[in-house]
């Protein structure tokens, strides 16, 4: 499968965009455009099937020793699109090991409490909350 890639900025206009640290609505900003243009974007190049397996290592994540919050978090939000609410909330709650970077740690956690992970049992399958 070839590599894609695609600037943000060029998916909005062809030019390039970039958010400064001191802007006060760039998080929001940025977040707005990613799901407005990046998500459908992803969706256009690779089905979230093929973005789960290709880009996300659907099948070892959980049996990899790293833990690296980004991917994990990519990976669920994937699975959360394609109404694999279980799994993804498995990946959410991976063992972090003592080397994890503290700050991956928070927003997995944060990204897992958004989901409502919490109300979601833990594997065999389906996608329903816990009753």
């Known amino acids: 499968m070839p590599a894609v890639d695609e600037r943000i900025g060029t998916l909005i206009d062809g030019y390039d965009r970039w958010w400064k640290s001191d802007?006060?609505?760039?998080?929001?900003?940025?977040?707005?455009?990613?799901?407005?243009?990046?998500?459908?974007?992803?969706?256009?190049?690779?089905?979230?099937?093929?973005?789960?397996?290709?880009?996300?290592?659907?099948?070892?994540?959980?049996?990899?020793?790293?833990?690296?919050?980004?991917?994990?978090?990519?990976?669920?939000?994937?699975?959360?699109?394609?109404?694999?609410?279980?799994?993804?909330?498995?990946?959410?709650?991976?063992?972090v090991p003592r080397t994890a970077i503290e700050s991956s740690v928070r927003d997995v956690a944060k990204v897992r409490k958004w989901l409502g992970c919490e109300s979601v049992e833990q594997s065999g399958g389906g996608q329903t909350p816990a009753q």
């Open 23 to 95: 802007e006060p609505n760039g998080p929001s900003e940025m977040a707005d455009t990613v799901i407005r243009y990046g998500l459908p974007w992803f969706d256009r190049v690779r089905t979230l099937e093929e973005q789960a397996e290709n880009w996300c290592a659907r099948k070892t994540v959980l049996m990899d020793r790293s833990y690296h919050g980004r991917s994990l978090v990519h990976l669920a939000l994937t699975l959360y699109r394609m109404g694999e609410v279980r799994e993804a909330c498995d990946v959410l709650r991976k063992p």
